[in-house]
């Protein structure tokens, strides 16, 4: 109860200039407290000591003026008439005009009268002969505001409906209330040995730099003052992580007795070679396994580098030491796809499995929950379905978590709980979306990772082409060809929520489009989200069997679905997928002995991301290397979804940047941890209370992963 009475901990709403409804548009940035508030930190910093009178202005960065807006209105630009919103502003000197090309007609009519006093900062571009400022900084100067003084001007992250002078406003607010409750959370020989700056004068600095700073290493984030404030925001990171770490090892877990004749055996019952990245993860599983603390293991494989059957290797040690396994999907076509496999691996192993979803009804389920509660059935595969108060286990002591970033952490606590006795389960993590080393270390820092770095003998890597609409006619050739030689085709459209009709729309028409060009010669089918199940598992039985020869769908066969003898993925739109997704929907062909194709259609009219996403495609199939250039482009926390996984979110750090910082912080967190598991030694008090802080009392979940 105390760490509430803290006064950072104060809700953010009861801010001077704040309230319940800013403070609703706030909590999506993750700020709810005061300590929040003042922990976001600028990301980039505009130079107003220097103003320029406007007929010395020229295009470039970082400029400043202050004028008198001489007009102001919707305006219309080019041939192609693009509405955009233009203010024209005047000084002694000159005139210059500024430029919006995403804007609130009514808010600007309101906001940018003629004869108003305004300062506007930013970057200026030469269109035609005349310089422009384009989505410039403003600040209106009121009769009463006198002049603005020149000075370094902090620019914050924003969210919708909040705006920079607000947020400079409300910031100075909180700061003027609490910066008195800012104080130390390192020791003092931890702060000397990493030079570490009081965080007082480091949020001082940052907020309100003085006129003297040097703005280039605050726009850098190369200050001692950004370097201190990245070290606390990763070590804090670390220690939850190390946390979490010291209390799985400290839990008490099932100590299996390794059988070799069982994973002979079972090697050399399938019907391939296993890769030698497979062997050797296997051996690190069996080595976790035999320990008496339970296994927290992250396995990471491309798609179709066969983690199923190292999951199945894994499970079948359990089975024979007289345990129970599980093996949970986020999707019924995945799940549907296990059970598949584990049918032709397992078929002369005269193990018992079951597979249970949504879809599981009547007497088959009522008899699949008797069987795992009086353990007659020790291996099931399945969905969300799996983690129902209903079903129980008798002896639960393996649980294997496909594409686990789909579940939450609370979801995936639930199923190591489903069992009577006193011992938890070892958890195997599966993932098809490569995490870079960076990542695996720092957010996943809990769990020992193992890598499938190598595809199944004689698979031959996807050809990917990038495509514009005019090479419409040879993509159609290219297909048809492939047709002939009796393969089959996936066409895949996005689906987003923001614009879900007319995206299935474009779906539909094209699947109309394609009938009109391929049929009756080769079959064409539209499979997307809105179908009922029947009618989505008798398409996707068809395609499987080889009836419909060309698949139209919405992005459903993401994670999923096995077709060898598909040969082609078309994606259309490609420019609106992310880099993951794409690498996803590529290793959805390749999967036979037959040269695949991944074919990108894009519209010309790509934002940067949009063509570092398709080159990277182009270039390579290796899934790390296309994660490393995925981690780049959207940053770490949109990466893995940190608020969905329940860690802290990053304000400052970028682990692209601060990887030295990093590597640092997390050997300082982990040697603490080492010393005082539970931080009970004084020094480490306000440690221990920072870290719940931080973790918002996620530090519970500590096995989960």
Avoid at 83 to 112: H, L, M, P, S
Avoid at 265 to 285: G, M, R, Y
Avoid at 322 to 351: C, R, V, W
Wanted: aromatic share 8%; net charge neutral.
């Amino acid at each position: 109860m105390e760490e509430k009475k803290h006064p950072l901990a104060t809700p953010v709403q009861y801010v001077k200039g704040v309230g319940p409804a800013l403070a609703l548009k706030l909590a999506k940035m993750s700020i709810f407290t005061a300590a929040d508030l003042l922990s976001v930190i600028p990301i980039r910093y505009i130079d107003r000591r220097s103003i320029s009178p406007i007929n010395e202005v020229s295009s470039g960065k970082n400029k400043t003026i202050i004028g008198i807006i001489a007009a102001s209105g919707v305006a219309f630009l080019g041939f192609k008439r693009k509405r955009i919103y233009e203010i024209v502003v005047e000084d002694e000197t000159g005139r210059i005009g500024a430029r919006w090309f995403y804007f609130n007609q009514k808010y600007f009519d309101q906001k940018f009268k003629i004869g108003t006093k305004i300062q506007l900062s930013g970057d200026v571009s030469d269109f035609r002969g005349a310089c422009n400022f384009i989505h410039p900084e403003v600040e209106i100067i009121g009769d009463d505001a006198g002049e603005i003084l020149p000075q370094i001007i902090a620019v914050y992250p924003l969210t919708e409906g909040i705006y920079q002078k607000t947020m400079r406003k409300i910031i100075r607010n909180a700061w003027d209330l609490f910066n008195h409750a800012i104080e130390p959370v390192f020791p003092e020989s931890m702060a000397e040995e990493h030079g570490l700056e009081d965080p007082w004068r480091c949020l001082q600095m940052l907020h309100f730099p003085s006129s003297d700073t040097n703005i280039e290493s605050l726009n850098n984030h190369t200050s001692k003052e950004h370097g201190a404030l990245i070290f606390d925001e990763l070590f804090f990171l670390e220690l939850g992580m190390a946390f979490r770490k010291g209390k799985v090892t400290a839990e008490q877990g099932i100590s299996f007795a390794f059988k070799p004749d069982v994973l002979t055996k079972f090697i050399n019952s399938l019907p391939f070679k296993l890769t030698s990245a497979q062997t050797k993860v296997i051996e690190e599983i069996r080595e976790d396994m035999t320990k008496p603390v339970p296994m927290n293991r992250l396995l990471q494989g491309d798609v179709g580098s066969g983690k199923t059957v190292v999951a199945l290797a894994s499970a079948v040690q359990a089975i024979e030491n007289g345990y129970q396994a599980a093996i949970m999907a986020p999707t019924e076509i995945l799940a549907e796809q296990h059970y598949e496999t584990t049918k032709k691996l397992l078929f002369d192993s005269g193990i018992k499995f079951g597979l249970l979803t949504s879809n599981t009804k009547g007497e088959e389920r009522e008899h699949i929950y008797k069987s795992l509660a009086n353990g007659d059935l020790p291996l099931i595969i399945g969905t969300h379905a799996l983690i129902q108060d209903i079903v129980k286990f008798s002896k639960l002591g393996l649980v294997v978590i496909d594409e686990q970033h789909r579940f939450g952490v609370l979801q995936r606590a639930s199923i190591l709980n489903k069992t009577s006795f006193d011992k938890r389960p070892d958890l195997l993590i599966m993932t098809a979306t490569p995490i870079p080393r960076t990542l695996a270390i720092t957010f996943y820092g809990d769990l020992d990772v193992s890598i499938i770095d190598e595809m199944p003998k004689g698979r031959k890597p996807v050809l990917t082409r990038l495509y514009s609409e005019k090479q419409r006619e040879q993509l159609y050739n290219g297909m048809r060809s492939e047709l002939k030689n009796n393969r089959q085709i996936y066409v895949v459209y996005p689906l987003i929520e923001e614009s879900e009709k007319l995206d299935l729309k474009n779906a539909t028409d094209m699947a109309k489009q394609l009938a009109e060009v391929f049929e009756p010669e080769f079959k064409v089918a539209l499979l997307h989200g809105k179908m009922s199940g029947d009618l989505k598992e008798k398409t996707m039985d068809s395609f499987k069997k080889g009836i419909i020869k060309i698949l139209v769908t919405t992005s459903v066969v993401e994670v999923g679905v096995d077709v060898p003898n598909a040969s082609v993925m078309v994606i259309e739109h490609a420019e609106r997928f992310g880099l993951s997704q794409l690498h996803q929907l590529r290793g959805r062909v390749g999967r036979g002995e037959h040269q695949s194709y991944c074919i990108l259609m894009a519209d010309y009219k790509r934002s940067d991301d949009a063509k570092k996403r398709l080159s990277i495609m182009v270039e390579t199939n290796d899934g790390f290397k296309i994660a490393e250039v995925d981690l780049s482009i959207r940053g770490p926390g949109e990466f893995l979804g940190t608020k969905q996984a329940g860690l802290p979110p990053f304000r400052i750090a970028d682990l692209g940047r601060d990887i030295g910082i990093l590597s640092k912080a997390r050997e300082a967190a982990f040697k603490i941890i080492k010393e005082d598991p539970d931080l009970r030694k004084p020094e480490h008090h306000k440690l221990k209370e920072t870290l719940n802080i931080r973790w918002a009392g996620k530090l519970d979940l500590a096995f989960v992963g």
